[in-house]
């Protein structure tokens, strides 16, 4: 194990006086830095100081990296506004038109679409699509990460509901939770692999969260947010589902990331917002560049809220199953409030925000039919 570095060794290696000293020494704190020798810690604290930007994208010194770095601008002025695709425009509000606007002026944007039902929302409206270079926007992927649908499908009679109605009402009480805040009694926690998540431990933000995702994980929300059972009429032989013709019983949810997604969401916004100064009618588009720690952040707790929302889920579908005894005959899941890296039809690189189901494989387009 290597002595201990002390502030004057750094000062001696070129660091200047401020954050950026403490924070490589509280790095070097980390167990496998502690294993270095002092001659490798100090080898690769002047990698960092002469490249800061190559570890901006490292979770572990993005920190000291960017308390390197000389501090950005943080007023931004909108551009010239690009044109972006609308389907469905005689379906949509007012007030989603003049917020798809009003996005496709960030200087990030690359593309955009309206679906044919978008109505206004929180910066970005829902149903809205939008293409950014080497950004993502807090606000624009929304409060609720990784919100999704799931359904499961049983071979179930669709009499099966009204002869059991209640019976199923009782089940759905027992095998989840629904309300603002509500969670589980520490006895009955259930378990996810999600849980075990190193983002947990490796974002900052990220540490103190994961009693409350615990005790949260299976729970429903409020509300729009639901789960229920149906009937799903399959009436194509060459359905998706791959199901004969008939009627069975399904069992749908719709809920998102709960507490974690919107502590996340609220967090990085405002993070966002004070490094983002954009005009009034903009502010809730300030987003993050991937090339910084913040955005890195963002981009490791936004992914990580979107697999907890699909652990939720997970959990709903299996222990309503096993209660009625049966084995889905088919399963299907989607989510919106996300944001995820596609190609663009020009080639270029984005990352593509929904606030709209999304497709699996579609990518934002810049060649769709332009507003």
Not at 147 to 158: E, G, I, K, T
Not at 281 to 310: I, P, R, V
């Amino acid at each position: 194990m290597a002595s201990q570095l002390r502030g004057n060794d750094l000062r001696q290696l070129g660091f200047p006086e401020g954050r950026a000293i403490g924070l490589a020494l509280a790095q070097l704190q980390r167990k496998e830095h502690k294993r270095l020798t002092q001659a490798e810690q100090l080898e690769l604290l002047g990698q960092v100081l002469a490249n800061p930007t190559d570890f901006l994208t490292d979770l572990a010194w993005s920190h000291t990296a960017a308390a390197l770095l000389p501090a950005p601008s943080r007023h931004v002025a909108l551009a010239e506004r690009k044109p972006y695709a609308t389907f469905g425009a005689e379906y949509i509000e007012a007030g989603a038109v003049h917020q798809m606007e009003t996005a496709m002026k960030l200087p990030v944007t690359l593309a955009g679409a309206l679906m044919p039902d978008a109505h206004h929302g929180y910066g970005l409206p829902i149903g809205g699509v939008l293409a950014t270079d080497n950004a993502v926007i807090p606000y624009a992927v929304g409060v609720d990460i990784g919100c999704r649908m799931a359904l499961s499908v049983f071979d179930l009679p669709a009499k099966y509901l009204t002869q059991r109605t209640q019976e199923l009402g009782k089940l759905l009480l027992d095998n989840t939770r629904f309300g603002s805040g509500r969670a589980w009694e520490r006895g009955q926690r259930l378990d996810h692999a999600v849980l075990a998540d190193d983002a947990f431990r490796a974002v900052p933000f990220l540490k103190n969260k994961l009693d409350k995702a615990a005790e949260q994980l299976g729970t429903s929300g409020s509300g729009n947010h639901f789960v229920e059972f149906g009937v799903v009429d399959i009436t194509d032989p060459a359905n998706d589902l791959g199901l004969p013709v008939g009627q069975y019983v399904g069992l749908l949810s719709h809920s998102g990331s709960r507490g974690l997604g919107a502590s996340t969401a609220n967090h990085y916004t405002a993070l966002a917002m004070e490094q983002c100064m954009l005009p009034a009618e903009a502010k809730h588009l300030a987003w993050l560049g991937l090339d910084t720690e913040a955005g890195q952040e963002y981009w490791a707790a936004m992914n990580l809220a979107g697999d907890y929302a699909s652990a939720c889920h997970d959990q709903i579908h299996r222990r309503l199953a096993k209660a009625l005894g049966e084995k889905a005959l088919a399963k299907v899941e989607n989510h919106h409030n996300f944001a995820w890296k596609e190609q663009l039809a020009d080639g270029r690189a984005a990352w593509c925000t929904a606030r709209a189901l999304r497709r699996p494989g579609r990518a934002c387009s810049a060649s769709s039919p332009a507003r």
